[in-house]
Structure formats: C-alpha cells, structure tokens
C-alpha cells in the first residue's frame, strides 16, 4: 500500500474543515475585553508586575473562528509591539491570556515625569481589525511610587540606592563614630566578616555609627515634592514621589518615606541585612 504524503494530506484535511467565517469589522461577532493596570513604572517593571492581568477574546458566533491575531501597540515607544495567534476560537467560547509585554526599563529609567501611554488592542481576521479596544496607562517618573504601592516592601526596594553618591558621604562620617572607643575602635565597614561572637554587636555599631551620621544632617520633616492625583478608568490614583538620598542631603528635607529609604541604603551598602536570620 503506497503511504501518503503527509506533508500534502494534511493541509488538505485541514482546508476541508475549516469553514470561512464572513465577520465585518465590528460587528460583534468578537469582543475583546482587558484588564490593565492603570498604572506602571521602572520600579514595577524591576519587580515583573504585569501590566496586563488578563486579556479575553470572545467569539460570540456559532461557527467556530480560525486564525485569529491579537495585536497591541502603544502610542509610545517605551513598549514594544505585541502579537498573539489563536489557531482556533471555537464557537461561543472565551480565549483567555495574559500578554507579556516588552516596556523598556531603560527608557522608563529616564522618565522624569509622569506621560500618558495609550494601548490600542486589536483583534485580526483575515488582515479585518473585527474587534479594537483602546486603554490607556500612567507611566510614572522614575521616583514617583503609587500610594497603592508604598506598603509593598517588594516595590519599596527599587528605591532603596546603596550606590548613591550621597551613600557614600554618610559612610565616611560614619567611619569618624566607628573610630571611637564606645564603638571599639574599628572604622571599618565589615559586613558580618569575623567571629560568631563578635559579628552582633560589630553589626549593631555599623548600624548605629550610620543612624548618627544621618542624624546629624539636621534633616527637617517636610511634605514630598509636588505629586499628582489623577482618576483613570474609575479608579482614584495618588503618586507619590521619592527625594533619593543625594537630593535628601542637598535640601535637608525628607518625609518618614524618604528618610527610611536613605538609612536602608545605606544599611545595604556595607551588606547588612534586615530581617531573616540577620539583624
């Protein structure tokens, strides 16, 4: 028995049951529906929060749909294009995926302020859009963080700047605490190098030696830099912006955020941990 080809039945096969579906751009006969985070930014891109939760194509025919495209693309080009196949929708069914879109963490680094990106979410048959959807986000400057966000210690620890240049200047001053005989002497930042007995209370000088040296910059409580309310899609949205410790050193003020941040960063740079099995 001679074997078939496979490489021309199955295509065949495939064509005789496929059956062309007649969708007008529009019509209803597929909907696409998203849920899109109303706002995004470098430190949410750093901890690989998704900017689309979820995305749904529905065919609301009773014929199965073949070949359909998802496109998205954005105003902008802090994210990249986006494309998605679905082989087949079959009829009365829900597609359901979540898009990993490309945003360019570089581009978003350099974001001084706030900008408007709009999303346009289109659904392709036969080179038809036969379903667009438009949403829009705020991409937020580099130091500003959504007050929804500000308890999340994940996304608080994209704003924590060990190699700040203003980092450096605490340490030295610092080292002048460390040298004294209540903290034994030894200005050196050691991490937690040395014996298990001494490495608690050498940790606990570090820290206390840095506490000082920020204490005595006479940093001044003050309200944060003028940030933005705004309400999209519904929902209330505050951003707050973060002083980084060159700027906190620069003006001598800082709000409890701003000030728990610099100390953290400068906790980080000698490699002391908090929380865990360190202190």
């Known amino acids: 028995m001679e074997e078939l080809d496979k490489t021309i039945v199955a295509p065949k096969l495939l064509a005789s049951i496929r059956e062309d579906v007649d969708i007008k751009e529009n019509d209803g006969s597929v909907s696409i529906s998203m849920d899109v985070s109303p706002v995004f930014s470098y430190a949410l891109c750093m901890n690989k929060t998704h900017l689309i939760k ?25 994210i990249e294009p986006y494309i998605e196949d679905i082989f087949i929708l079959n009829a009365g069914q829900t597609y359901k995926t979540r898009p990993k879109l490309f945003v360019h963490p570089t581009k978003l680094l350099e974001m001084n302020e706030m900008t408007e990106c709009l999303l346009k979410f289109t659904v392709m048959y036969k080179d038809k859009e036969v379903a667009v959807r438009y949403d829009r986000i705020q991409v937020l400057a580099y130091s500003e963080i959504p007050e929804s966000y500000v308890g999340d210690s994940r996304i608080l620890a994209a704003f924590v700047l060990p190699n700040n240049p203003a980092v450096e200047i605490i340490r030295q001053e610092a080292t002048e605490y460390l040298k004294r005989e209540d903290f034994n002497g030894d200005p050196s930042f050691s991490g937690y190098q040395g014996s ?11 820290a206390a030696a840095l506490f000082y040296a920020i204490r005595k910059k006479n940093i001044v409580y003050s309200e944060p830099p003028a940030s933005y309310e705004d309400e999209i899609n519904g929902n209330r949205l505050i951003m707050q912006k973060v002083r980084f410790p060159d700027e906190i050193l620069n003006t001598r003020f800082g709000t409890c955020m701003d000030m728990t941040l610099l100390y953290a960063a400068c906790l980080e740079m000698p490699m002391i941990q908090l929380g865990g099995t360190r202190a």
Do not use: F, G, H, W
């Open 54 to 78: 979820e995305l749904s194509v529905e065919n609301t025919l009773d014929k199965d749909i073949y070949d359909l495209r998802i496109k998205i693309k954005a105003d902008n080009d802090l």
């Open 196 to 206: 298990a007995e001494c490495v608690p209370k050498r940790v606990q000088n570090m």
